[in-house]
Nanobody, 123 residues
């Protein structure tokens, strides 16, 4: 089992920045690829970013590429999502997730999920 706890969400004005953190406990964190997903009201959950177990490869949704950066610190069992130039359309609940294998963009590949943290971007 892997337990994931997100933090760092909040209210920010458009153009601002936030850094989300996801702390993991349980099985070996460094064995898992990690991803961030988000779900806006009335919409389906969507892929935001992912990082391989080593941190050697990262993946981004087109909508956040160039604005968001995913990173991880395996010594701290934590994955981060730095979000810059935020837009109102980034408003959503952000979830981190852990996957042992599979395509990092596919929600179905993830084995464990956090409870989510709310990000609200005002215009």
């Amino acid at each position: 089992q892997v337990q994931l706890v997100e933090s760092g969400g909040g209210l920010v004005q458009a153009g601002g920045s936030l850094r989300l953190s996801c702390a993991a406990s349980g099985r070996t964190f460094s064995s898992y690829a990690m991803g961030w997903f988000r779900q806006a009201p009335g919409k389906e959950r969507e892929f935001v970013a992912a990082i391989t177990w080593s941190g050697g490869s990262t993946y981004y949704a087109d909508s956040v590429k160039g604005r968001f950066t995913i990173s991880r610190d395996n010594a701290k069992s934590t994955v981060y999502l730095q979000m810059n130039s935020l837009k109102p359309e980034d408003t959503a609940v952000y979830y981190c997730a852990a996957a042992l294998s599979g395509s990092p963009r596919r929600m179905e590949e993830y084995d464990y999920w956090g409870q989510g943290t709310q990000v609200t971007v005002s215009s």
